[in-house]
C-alpha cells in the first residue's frame, strides 16, 4: 500500500488515470499500451473524486485491483512500524491518540510519536493525557498564536511519568477502553447506515438505491407521513420521496434516520442503500438504536475525570483545591471564574 502511495509509484498515476477512464472523465486508452504516461488535471481530479464520492454503487462494482486506498491521492508518505501515540504540535491540550496498527508517522505534518510498550500502553496513556501531566507541560511549554502550546519532543520528553500498577492499571485500562468505544461509536452513528450493513453486503445480500436530489440547501430533519392510501413516505422540508421500497414503517424509519443531520446541498443528489430483505433493516435499526442509547449513556467527561483523579492520587496530589486549581490553568483558553483564595471555589 505504502509503495502505490508513494511519490516513486507510477503504479498511483496508473490506477488513478484508469479509474478516470473506467468513469469516463478521460478518453478510454488500448489497454495494450496502459496508462503509463497518462497524466490528470486538477479538474480530472476533482471530477474523479465526484465521481468516487457520489457514486458508491459504481465503485462497488470496478475490478478487484482497484482498491479502495488507490483512490488517495498522498505525498510524503511516512511509515513508523511500531504501536504508539501520536500527539499534534501547536495544540490546547494533551490530546495523545493511538496507532495500534503502527503504521503512521506523519512527523511532516506536525504530529509526533511517542513508542509505548503494547503491554500498558493504555494506562499510560491514561496518564499522559490527564490534567496533572498537562498542567506541568503548560509550565514548561510556551504558548503560541491561538492558545496553543507546543508539542516537540524537547517538552514532551521531561514528562514526569509514574506508571500505574495493580489495580490502578487495571482501571486506567477499563477507562481508556471506554473512550476508545464511545470515540468509535460518535463516528460509527452519523455513518448510519454505511457501517450497519456493511457485514451485509460483503455477504452478497441485495439491496436497491433511493435517491433524492433537494431543490435548496439544508439539514435534514425528516418526518414520516402516511400517504393518501396509508403507505409512508418521507417528508423533507422541500418535498417528499415516496418510493415503492418504502413498504412499511420499518424501511421509512431506515430511510429516516439515514436522512437525519445530514447537510443537503441544493441540486446535489443523495443516495441511500436500503436492504431489499427486510431482517438486514431490523438488524441495522436494532445495532444502530443500542449504539445511540450507549452513548446517551455515557459520558467522556465523566470518564476523563475520574481518570483524573486516579492519576492525582497516582502522584499524591490529595488536595482538591490544587487539583481545581490545576485544571482551571489547563483551561485558560475559556472563560473561567476566578478561584476565590479562601474557599477554592
Not at 508517522?105 to 490527564?130: E, F, T
Not at 491561538?146 to 477499563?174: C, F, M, N, V
Amino acid at each position: 500500500m505504502l509503495k502505490t502511495l508513494s511519490d516513486e509509484s507510477t503504479e498511483r498515476k496508473e490506477i488513478h488515470a484508469r479509474l478516470a477512464a473506467e468513469f469516463d472523465i478521460i478518453d478510454n486508452r488500448d489497454t495494450a499500451t496502459g496508462y503509463q504516461n497518462t497524466e490528470l488535471s486538477d479538474g480530472d481530479y476533482r471530477n474523479l473524486s465526484d465521481v468516487l464520492r457520489t457514486q458508491p454503487d459504481e465503485v462497488y462494482q470496478l475490478d478487484d485491483d482497484l482498491w479502495w486506498y488507490r483512490y488517495m491521492r498522498r505525498q510524503n508518505v511516512e511509515v513508523l512500524p511500531e504501536p504508539k501515540v501520536l500527539t499534534g504540535d501547536l495544540v490546547q491540550y494533551n490530546k495523545l491518540s493511538f496507532d495500534d496498527a503502527g503504521i503512521m508517522a506523519p512527523h511532516n505534518v506536525s504530529v509526533y510519536a511517542i513508542i509505548l510498550p503494547r503491554v500498558d500502553r493504555h494506562s499510560v496513556a491514561a496518564v499522559l493525557n490527564s490534567a496533572l501531566v498537562e498542567f506541568f507541560h503548560k509550565q514548561h511549554s510556551r504558548i503560541h498564536q491561538g492558545k496553543a502550546y507546543r508539542y516537540i519532543e524537547d517538552h514532551t520528553s521531561q514528562w514526569p511519568l509514574i506508571r500505574p500498577s495493580g489495580e490502578e492499571r487495571d482501571r486506567l485500562e477499563t477507562l481508556v477502553e471506554e473512550i476508545i468505544h464511545l470515540k468509535d461509536l460518535q463516528i460509527k452513528v452519523p455513518q448510519f447506515p454505511d457501517p450497519y450493513i456493511a457485514e451485509a453486503r460483503e455477504s452478497g445480500s441485495e439491496f436497491v438505491n433511493i435517491s433524492y436530489t433537494p431543490s435548496s440547501s439544508y439539514q435534514a430533519d425528516p418526518s414520516i407521513q402516511p400517504d393518501l392510501s396509508g403507505d409512508p413516505i418521507i417528508e423533507l422540508s422541500d418535498g417528499q420521496i415516496d418510493d415503492s421500497i418504502i413498504a412499511n414503517d420499518t424501511v421509512a424509519e431506515y430511510v429516516r434516520e439515514a436522512l437525519e443531520g445530514r447537510e443537503l446541498e441544493a441540486n446535489t443528489q443523495v443516495s441511500i442503500l436500503v436492504p431489499l430483505d427486510i431482517d438486514v433493516t431490523e438488524d441495522a435499526l436494532d445495532e444502530f438504536e443500542a449504539d445511540c442509547e450507549e452513548l446517551e449513556s455515557m459520558d467522556i467527561n465523566e470518564i476523563e475525570a475520574e481518570i483524573d483523579n486516579i492519576v492525582f492520587d497516582l502522584y499524591g496530589i490529595d488536595s482538591e483545591r490544587h487539583r481545581e486549581m490545576m485544571r482551571r490553568y489547563n483551561n485558560q483558553y475559556k472563560s473561567v471564574q476566578r478561584i476565590d483564595p479562601e474557599t477554592g471555589e
